[in-house]
C-alpha cells in the first residue's frame, strides 16, 4: 500500500471557463487532464459566474459536492433532463456527457472516473472510526487546520487544511481521524472512494 502525502501549495492549479480549478490528484501521475487519458482525477474548483457550462467529459462519470455556497445544476441528455439543487455538503452524481449548466456561485469537490472504475464522496466526522476495503484507493482531504489520520498498524499523517492523504492499494484496516484544532464544524475532511470494479 502507497501512502502519499500533498501539501496544499504542490497542486497543479488552472483556469476553466466559469473559475478556476485545483488538480488535487490524477491517476496514473503521469496522466494529462487535457488528453483524457486519465483513471481518475480529484480536484476543487470556483463556479465564478452566475451561470456557466461544465466542460464535457463524455468518457467519464462524476461525483460532485459543493465546500461552500449554493448551485443549482441542470443536466440534460438524449434520454433525460434533470435539476438538482446543492448547498454545502450535498452533493450530485451525473455522467460526464450530459450537458450540465449550473446557476449560483460556489466551492466543489470533485471526483471523476472512467466506467470500469466506481466512486464515491462521503463525509468525516472526528474521533469516528471508518473501515477502509482492501484494494480500494482513498483520498482525504482536509478542511481543517490540523488533523491527524490514526491508522490501526500504528502509523500516522498529519494534514493542515487543504493538505491531502492518496492511499493507494489499501490493505483492509481501521483509520480514525481526529481534529488536533479547534473547528466549529463537525466534518473535517473529505473521503473520495475509488474502486476498480474488475478487480
Same mark, same amino acid.
Given at each position: /500500500? ?6 496544499? #501549495?504542490?497542486? %497543479?492549479?488552472?483556469? *476553466? +471557463?466559469?473559475?478556476?480549478? @485545483?488538480?488535487?490528484?490524477? *491517476? +496514473? ?20 459566474? +452566475?451561470?456557466?457550462? !461544465?466542460? #464535457?467529459?463524455?468518457?467519464? *462519470?462524476?461525483?460532485? /459536492? ?5 448551485? $443549482?445544476?441542470?443536466? $440534460?441528455?438524449? #434520454? ?5 439543487? &446543492?448547498?454545502?455538503? $450535498? ?9 450540465? @449548466?449550473?446557476?449560483?456561485?460556489? @466551492? ?13 464522496? #462521503?463525509?468525516?466526522? +472526528?474521533?469516528? %472510526?471508518?473501515?477502509? $476495503?482492501?484494494?480500494?484507493?482513498? !483520498?482525504?482531504?482536509? &478542511?481543517?487546520?490540523? /488533523? ?10 498529519? &494534514? ?5 492523504? !492518496? ?33
Amino acid at each position: /500500500m502507497n501512502r502519499i502525502i500533498r501539501r496544499k #501549495s504542490e497542486y %497543479k492549479k488552472s483556469i *476553466w +471557463p466559469g473559475g478556476t480549478t @485545483t488538480e488535487l490528484l490524477i *491517476w +496514473p501521475e503521469k496522466a494529462l487532464y487535457e488528453e483524457r487519458n486519465f483513471i481518475y482525477r480529484i480536484s476543487t474548483a470556483t463556479v465564478n459566474l +452566475p451561470t456557466s457550462t !461544465f466542460t #464535457s467529459l463524455s468518457s467519464y *462519470w462524476r461525483e460532485l /459536492m459543493i465546500l461552500d455556497g449554493e448551485i $443549482e445544476l441542470f443536466h $440534460e441528455s438524449a #434520454s433525460r433532463k434533470r435539476e438538482v439543487k &446543492l448547498s454545502a455538503f $450535498e452533493q450530485d452524481s451525473f455522467s460526464g456527457a450530459e450537458t450540465t @449548466t449550473s446557476y449560483g456561485q460556489c @466551492t466543489d469537490f470533485n471526483l471523476i472516473y472512467t466506467p470500469t472504475y466506481t466512486g464515491s464522496l #462521503s463525509l468525516i466526522k +472526528p474521533e469516528e %472510526k471508518y473501515e477502509i $476495503e482492501k484494494g480500494a484507493d482513498y !483520498f482525504y482531504y482536509s &478542511l481543517v487546520e490540523e /488533523m491527524q489520520i490514526r491508522f490501526s498498524d500504528g502509523q500516522t499523517a498529519v &494534514l493542515g487544511k487543504g493538505d491531502s492523504l !492518496f492511499l493507494q492499494a489499501v490493505d483492509q484496516m481501521t483509520i480514525q481521524p481526529v481534529a488536533n484544532t479547534y473547528s466549529s464544524s463537525d466534518i473535517i475532511a473529505i473521503e473520495a472512494k475509488i474502486s476498480n470494479i474488475k478487480r
